[in-house]
Structures are given as C-alpha cells and as structure tokens.
C-alpha cells in the first residue's frame, strides 16, 4: 500500500469510527439502545412465561430466578439494568424508540412464529369460569426510589352479564419488601361507576408483606359499568414488589333476591 492509499485507508477508518460513536446516545457504563431492547424482549418473554404457567412460577422465588436468567444472559446485574433504566428515564425520546424498537421486534418474531398480534398488548392469564379475573394488566412489578413512577394505574370492565351485579369485586395481590419502620406503604384506591352516575370507593393502606386483598361492596341494584383504580407505593426506600395482581367478582345477586328498600330515617 502507498502512503497517499494509507492516508485515504486511515481517513475513512476514522471517519468510521466517528460515525459510530455518533450513532451511539449513551454515556459508558449504560446499555446501548440496541442491548436495551434485546434485554426488554426477553424480560417481557419471562413475563409472559409466569402469565402462561402459573403453576410452573408460583412462588415469588420462582419468578425471581427467571428474571435473573435474563439478566445473566446479557451478562447484567439487576442494578446495571435499574441504572440504565434510570438513564432512560431521563431522556424519554430515546426510551420511547427503544420500547417501540421492542414490540415491532415482538411483532416479527409473532408474525414469523405464525401467531397473530393483537394491538392490545396487554397478557392475561386464563381463569375458570368459576372464578373469573378481570384483571387486564401486568401481574408484577416492581419499584425502586429512583424510579420515575411510583404507582399503577388500572381500569377494567365487568363484562355485563353476572359480573356486571356482583356483590363486591375484590383486588388480591403479595406484596414483598416492604419497611414499615422506615414508614413505607402502599395506598390503594378501588373504585367503580355504576348506572346510576355514582362511584363507589374503597380505600386501603397496606404497611406489610405477605397476602392482601381490598373488596369493593358493590350494594344490591347496583349495575357496574366500570372498575379502576391504583395502587401507590409511599417512600421505598428500596425495592418494593406487587405481584400476583388479580381482580374477581363476588357471588352476583339476582333480581328476585333483592330486598326491598328499608324507608329513609326520620
């Protein structure tokens, strides 16, 4: 090679080089946007595993251990991931493209597997009749204090029907780390609207781990249109979970069961 051909060959290298650097918006020691969405894949694969067999991940150790099999194939900590979650939370624009990167990489990968792809991509995992869940949301999550959003927001429908008249619809769900000595809480607020343009509420304020549940008494005569609320976690000062989300109707009341109304007091 001439020394004019291995100025030309080390001119392009480095504009390369440049270039590449350029195309890359994350500061070392945060996942590319590219690592960020593989690492998103596969963690919303892992929650759709425990969605479809809840048999199979039952215990919150189970779950644990499948999303840290994630996080050791791309050869991550949870907290390298949390860190750069952190990082994308302060620049949304490039977190929206990474997440939109992701469900059109879910969307090949369905079309290619011959499945089809609903544009609601919400999971929900199979109940009897017996026991109907109308719960449409993600079963877990977890919450950290750096993270951006400290609550989840959820609303449903009945269905009409016997759901639609249930005497009370109860939110069940595992709760795991929390501190009550450092103050820490979940408030939970389940409300529905009902024919008549009124809401009933239930308010809750969860201080321990372990199993809870908030019913919502629905009274008699009452037709539910619409059930939501949330739950927010109050001053984590460390990982804070919710897992085992579920939403069921109590037994409904027919029409003839229905007594009649006592008369106003005096």
Excluded at 165 to 181: D, F, H, K, S
Excluded at 200 to 208: E, F, K, S, V, Y
Aim: glycine share 6%; charged share 25%; with cysteine.
């Amino acid at each position: 090679m001439t020394i004019s051909g291995f100025q030309t060959f080390l001119v392009v290298s480095l504009s390369a080089l440049i270039g590449l650097s350029a195309c890359s918006h994350t500061p070392e020691g945060v996942l590319t946007e590219k690592q960020m969405r593989d690492v998103m894949i596969d963690l919303y694969t892992a929650e759709a595993m425990i969605y479809d067999e809840p048999q199979r991940y039952e215990t919150f150790e189970q779950r644990r251990a499948l999303f840290n099999d994630v996080f050791a194939k791309h050869h991550l900590t949870e907290a390298q991931y949390d860190s750069s979650l952190m990082w994308y939370g302060r620049n949304l624009d490039l977190y929206m493209g990474v997440c939109d990167m992701a469900l059109e990489e879910v969307d090949r990968r369905l079309k290619s597997a011959g499945g089809e792809v609903s544009s609601d991509v919400t999971v929900r995992r199979s109940s009897s009749p017996a026991t109907p869940d109308l719960w449409s949301g993600k079963r877990y999550y977890a919450f950290s204090p750096s993270d951006l959003s400290d609550r989840v927001v959820f609303e449903t429908s009945p269905g009409g029907g016997a759901h639609a008249t249930a005497a009370e619809y109860v939110l069940e769900m595992q709760i795991w780390g929390l501190q009550p000595a450092a103050n820490e809480r979940i408030v939970v607020s389940l409300r529905a609207d009902v024919e008549n343009d009124s809401t009933l509420i239930q308010r809750d304020t969860i201080t321990a781990d372990g199993p809870h549940r908030v019913a919502l008494i629905n009274p008699p005569g009452n037709y539910v249109r619409r059930i939501y609320g949330y739950l927010r976690v109050i001053a984590p000062s460390s990982k804070v979970y919710v897992d085992s989300l579920r939403l069921t109707p109590g037994e409904s009341v027919s029409v003839d069961q229905l007594e009649p109304p006592l008369p106003p007091l005096e």
